[in-house]
């Protein structure tokens, strides 16, 4: 409830700021920014080594690197799914600001909701933001996410922080199919429909001429790792930089192994489950996903989010 009064909150304070006349002021501060600093985000399914690259990269002199920093876009990405202005108010009057109070000259952030309703309003107001694909074997990211009880749109957790089904933009299930799943294939799901959005934006920042670069897990354990990823993006290592990295290497973040319980202990068949899943996905007429309202608002209040 706390979370969708939030929301709420938030969309009302962007309607009035509009007609209070703060929106041309705003658009004009976000170009600002765009000439300013270079952005780059990350587009990852989570539990996919994220907050760790954040780590890493923040070594930079010239990068300031944060995970999910506030205003964090697990405040509206429920809603902002369905309503494109909402998110491109949040750019305008809450993200880009903050941003423009960083004072290095490229912003980093690896949070995995970036691909979660908030690209395509980003680059509709200007943002060519450089961009890190991030990967990791999906059965690997689905039984983290299993282990951590965040079961896609079944789990308090995973409704404020993932996509549920009914978001799909890539693989789509039937209605109520997805109430028939396991927990395991819910979150194979997830990482599927990540795998796909990857591919998806991929294209999308290739028409729009946008710096990409593809990395696994695996590279963020050594400096050729690193340094791959710093030369795809056009980020220099000085000889600090290289010195601060070398030290931090190989560390992983974010593990919460103390979250993880024994309760939680998969005895399905990976294979047959996730056959089973992939045979299921169909394609997903997105047109039809409907605007958020207040409708939405007081559904995911009734969920309890």
């Known amino acids: 409830m706390r979370n969708t009064l939030r929301a709420a909150s938030c969309d009302l304070s962007f309607k009035i700021a509009g007609l209070a006349g703060r929106r041309p002021a705003a ?19 989570g539990r996919s080594g994220s907050k760790t690259l954040a780590r890493l990269l923040d070594c930079l002199q010239q990068v300031q690197s944060q995970h999910e920093p ?3 876009f697990h405040l509206i990405m429920r809603w902002a799914q369905n309503n494109a202005v909402l998110a491109e108010n949040f750019w305008l009057y809450q993200k880009l600001p903050a941003i423009a109070e960083c004072h290095k000259p490229i912003y980093l952030e690896t949070s995995h909701l970036f691909a979660k309703g908030f690209i395509e309003p980003l680059l509709e107001l200007g943002g060519r933001p450089k961009i890190i694909f991030l990967n990791r074997d999906l059965r690997a990211t689905a039984m983290s996410m299993l282990m951590l009880n965040d079961i896609p749109g079944r789990t308090r957790r995973a409704l404020k922080w993932y996509l549920s089904p009914s978001d799909a933009l890539c693989a789509g299930l039937q209605p109520g199919q997805a109430e ?29 001429g946008l710096t990409t670069v593809a990395a696994d897990v695996s590279g963020l354990n050594s400096m050729a790792g690193i340094e791959a990823i710093c030369a795809a993006l056009a980020i220099g290592i000085t000889a600090e930089d290289d010195a601060r990295l070398r030290k931090l290497v190989g560390i992983r973040e974010n593990t919460r192994e103390q979250e993880k319980t ?38 995911t209040a009734w969920r309890g989010l």
């Open 27 to 45: 658009i004009a501060a976000a170009q600002c920014v765009f000439g300013q600093k270079q952005l780059v985000f990350c587009v990852t399914n």
């Open 70 to 72: 506030a205003p964090s």
């Open 180 to 208: 028939t799943f396991s927990d395991y294939q819910l979150c194979y799901w997830h990482a599927l429909e990540m795998q796909a959005r990857q591919n998806h934006y991929s294209d999308l920042a290739a028409r729009h």
């Open 262 to 299: 024994a309760a939680l202990v998969y005895t399905g068949d990976h294979d047959a489950e996730e056959e089973e899943l992939r045979s299921s996905i169909i394609e997903v007429n997105t047109g039809a996903r409907r605007r958020a309202g207040i409708d939405r608002y007081i559904s």
